[in-house]
């Protein structure tokens, strides 16, 4: 069993950072792809970045330039680092755990709120 926790969102003004974190416990040795997902209100979750153990990290193209994920593997925790951060970047982010033996699983999701 795997538990995935979010924290570090909140109300930015634009042009500002946030980081975010997910922590996970439980059958961490299996962990493979991590990635964040955002959904904003009305829209779809989207896969915003993701990485895997030996690969390059993926983003979502328009995010790029001003996301950058990593993953403390002695801590269990992934991070998003979100600068230059723009109202359109608001939602809900989520954390997605993939595991070895094919299991996901999601976190509560933290909130983002980008407004002057």
């Known amino acids: 069993q795997v538990r995935v926790v979010e924290s570090g969102g909140g109300l930015v003004q634009p042009g500002g950072s946030l980081r975010l974190s997910c922590a996970v416990s439980?059958?961490?040795?299996?962990?493979?792809?991590m990635g964040w997902y955002r959904q904003a209100p009305g829209k779809q979750r989207e896969l915003v970045a993701e990485?895997?153990?030996?690969?390059?990290?993926k983003y979502l193209p328009s995010v790029e330039a001003r996301f950058t994920i990593s993953r403390d593997n002695a801590k269990n925790t992934m991070y998003l680092q979100i600068n230059n951060l723009k109202p359109e970047d608001s939602g809900v982010y989520y954390c997605?755990?993939?595991?070895?033996?094919?299991?996901?699983?999601w976190g509560q999701g933290t909130h983002v709120t980008v407004s002057s």
């Open positions: 439980g059958s961490t040795f299996s962990v493979t792809t």
């Open positions: 997605n755990v993939n595991l070895l033996n094919g299991g996901a699983y």
């Open positions: 990485t895997s153990p030996g690969d390059t990290a």
